[in-house]
Structures are given as C-alpha cells and as structure tokens.
C-alpha cells in the first residue's frame, strides 16, 4: 500500500467505479478541487461507418468507450450530414483507436472524408407560385400559394410573415403553410442543401371549400417557396475556419504557400515561444488532410488548432462542382 505521495508522483487506484476525467480525490473531510486540464482541439476528422450494417450499435458504444479511455478522442454524430464522425490529434491516434475497436468490439470499419455541412441562401428578392390542384374522383386536392423570399439578417429572428388579407389562405391553414415552408427549407433548390438566412412573405393564394386541406397547402407552400427561392439568385455557403498554426521560422514559406493553394486567407503572423505563429482563415471543405500535409512539410514539427468561424459563399467554380456532384448523388439514390 501507499501511505502517501507527493507532487509530480504518480499514483495508480485499483477498482475506482464512480471516478471520471477531472476529478480531484482527497482525504476524506478535504474539499479542494483542481482546475481541470485542458486538451488540445480536435484536427483530423474522418467519417467512420461499419462494414456491416448490423454494427451500428457495437461501433457507436465501442467508440464511445474509447472516448472516455482518451479525453483527445471525439466520437460525434453531425445531425446535418447524419455522419458518426470520428475525430483526434492525428492519423496515428485514429488508427490506433481503429484496431482498439477490432480488438475489443470486433467491429470492422470504413474511414472516409467527412461531408461538409454546405448551406444555401438567396441574394436578392424572388416571387414565387404554385397551385396544388389535384382531383381523383371523390374529393380532390386544392391549395394555392404566393410568397416572396428574400434575403434575412441573421439577426432577425423573424424569418415568416402572414400578409394574407380579406382570407384568401384561411388562418388555419397557415401553420401547414410554414410546415411545408420548414420542410423545403431542409433541401434548398441548388443542390439539397439546408438553406438559412431567408424570410418568407405570403401574400396571395387561393382556397376551394371542400377540396382545400393541409396537405394541399403544405404542398403548395413548399414548391412555391422553391420557385421563389430560384429566382432570388441562390447561393452556395460554406463553413469557414479560423486556424492558427505554429511551425518554425525556416518552414514560413512552405506553410503559407500551403495555405494559399487551400484557398486560405492570411490573417496575420506574430512569434510565440520561439515560434512562427501564422492565423488564416480556410474553408472547412479544404483543412481535412491538412495535419498529414503539415508534418510533412515541416518534418513533424508543425501544429495547428482551428475552429468554426462563419458561413461564406462558395466561388461559382467551385460552387458549380458541388451543385453538380450533390445532383448526380441524389440521381443516384
């Protein structure tokens, strides 16, 4: 047994069950707590899958306990691209963590790029309609819907306005006019993606009183709103992130050429512990292989951390590719 130890010492507890990362053990009647330690961020992100599809749950709960074993490891679900998304310090950590989970959950699995979480918005204001009319012989379908879509400041809370008058729409049907507005708003008219910072004005429609329901209007509202959306002069968004790297003085100019040919934008440089410290801005869709990139350019001696930023638009080159990939994958499901 160990009777005591003292700082820098290093102690091993057998059997603890109710202890987790950052806590602080003391004599019984102490209270002190330690500041907790903080990790590192994660820098290399892979989308991880099983191999077969009856391994959903084993890799989720085997990814999750290697988590816990190692607080720099991240398991996530990203809620937009549905993707399990693995993420560490490293290629080195993800592999490890890879044959960590064949050996104790016996779980083959896929690694693959990641998806970016792309948006879509509109620039400018567009009139959109539609008439959903539909008859079967018993009772038909019938709703129809004008609405303008234009550009939102995201700090507008307000993204629908209810300019009906004289009961065109009938009030009760206007909350299957913003569901089906919701619903279009999950898959934009360029190429699928989410679409935000827009407001939606209806302003015009038409009902027939026994043909009219809510699925007719929600219908309605949801291709008028792509017709609208189509005619504001849509846009691709992507995630950009903040990035500050730190490498030594003789690997500046390989670094920031790097950086640039990522379509990043060099934000400043200053010295930090003897370091070069550069801070750019790159998009998200091009940082995915940068760790591997870095040690490579800079022998291992390069680090770099990053994080979210904001939403800019995509470069019509480059914004054509992604519209184009995202039809032919939707083709092909």
Same mark, same amino acid.
């Given at each position: 047994?160990?009777d005591?130890?003292?700082?820098?010492?290093i102690v091993?507890?057998? $059997?603890?069950?109710?202890?987790? #990362?950052?806590?602080?053990?003391?004599?019984?009647?102490?209270?002190?707590?330690?500041?907790?330690?903080?990790?590192?961020?994660?820098?290399?992100?892979?989308a991880?899958?099983?191999?077969?599809?009856?391994?959903e749950? $084993?890799?989720?709960?085997?990814?999750?306990?290697?988590?816990e074993?190692?607080?720099?490891?991240?398991?996530?679900?990203?809620?937009?691209? &549905?993707?399990?998304?693995?993420?560490?310090?490293?290629?080195v950590?993800?592999?490890?963590?890879?044959?960590?989970? &064949?050996?104790?959950?016996?779980?083959?699995?896929?690694?693959?790029?990641?998806?970016?979480?792309? +948006?879509e918005?509109?620039?400018?204001?567009?009139?959109?309609?539609?008439?959903?009319?539909?008859?079967?012989?018993?009772?038909?379908q019938?709703? @129809?819907?004008?609405?303008?879509?234009?550009?939102?400041?995201?700090?507008?809370?307000?993204?629908?306005?209810?300019?009906?008058?004289?009961?065109?729409?009938p009030?009760?049907?206007?909350?299957?006019?913003?569901?089906?507005?919701?619903?279009?708003?999950?898959?934009?008219a360029?190429?699928?993606?989410?679409?935000?910072?827009? $407001?939606?004005?209806?302003?015009?429609?038409?009902h027939h009183?026994?043909?009219?329901?809510?699925? %007719?209007?929600?219908?309605?509202?949801?291709?008028?709103?792509?017709?609208?959306? #189509?005619?504001?002069?849509?846009?691709?968004?992507?995630?950009?992130? $903040?990035?500050?790297?730190?490498?030594?003085?003789?690997?500046?100019?390989?670094?920031?050429?790097?950086?640039?040919?990522?379509?990043?934008?060099? #934000?400043?440089?200053s010295?930090?512990?003897?370091?070069?410290?550069?801070?750019?801005?790159?998009?998200?869709?091009?940082?995915?292989?940068?760790?591997?990139? #870095?040690? %490579?350019l800079?022998?291992?001696?390069? %680090?770099?951390?990053?994080?979210?930023?904001?939403?800019e638009?995509?470069? %019509?080159?480059?914004a054509? +590719?992604?519209?184009?990939?995202?039809?032919?994958?939707?083709?092909g @499901?």
């Amino acid at each position: 047994t160990v009777d005591s130890a003292g700082a820098g010492e290093i102690v091993a507890l057998a $059997k603890l069950r109710h202890t987790g #990362l950052n806590d602080t053990l003391t004599s019984p009647g102490v209270t002190r707590q330690l500041p907790p330690i903080s990790f590192p961020r994660p820098v290399t992100f892979y989308a991880v899958a099983p191999k077969s599809q009856g391994d959903e749950d $084993k890799l989720s709960t085997g990814l999750q306990r290697l988590a816990e074993d190692d607080p720099t490891l991240k398991v996530e679900r990203n809620t937009e691209t &549905k993707e399990l998304i693995l993420s560490g310090l490293g290629d080195v950590q993800i592999d490890v963590a890879i044959k960590r989970l &064949k050996q104790r959950s016996n779980v083959d699995v896929v690694l693959n790029t990641p998806k970016v979480p792309y +948006k879509e918005t509109v620039t400018t204001r567009g009139e959109g309609h539609y008439k959903h009319k539909k008859q079967t012989g018993g009772r038909g379908q019938y709703g @129809e819907v004008y609405l303008r879509v234009e550009p939102r400041d995201p700090a507008d809370p307000e993204w629908f306005v209810d300019a009906i008058v004289g009961g065109v729409i009938p009030s009760g049907f206007m909350p299957a006019v913003q569901k089906g507005l919701l619903e279009a708003m999950q898959s934009g008219a360029l190429a699928g993606y989410p679409v935000i910072n827009v $407001k939606v004005t209806v302003y015009d429609g038409s009902h027939h009183e026994v043909d009219s329901s809510e699925i %007719s209007f929600k219908i309605a509202a949801a291709r008028a709103f792509k017709d609208g959306m #189509l005619k504001a002069k849509p846009v691709l968004l992507e995630p950009i992130m $903040k990035v500050k790297v730190l490498i030594p003085d003789q690997f500046m100019g390989e670094v920031t050429g790097d950086l640039n040919q990522r379509r990043g934008r060099i #934000l400043g440089m200053s010295t930090e512990d003897g370091l070069q410290a550069i801070l750019a801005e790159v998009p998200q869709a091009e940082m995915f292989t940068y760790a591997s990139q #870095l040690r %490579s350019l800079t022998g291992g001696r390069g %680090s770099f951390e990053m994080e979210f930023s904001r939403y800019e638009v995509v470069p %019509s080159n480059i914004a054509q +590719k992604i519209i184009a990939a995202a039809q032919k994958e939707r083709e092909g @499901e």
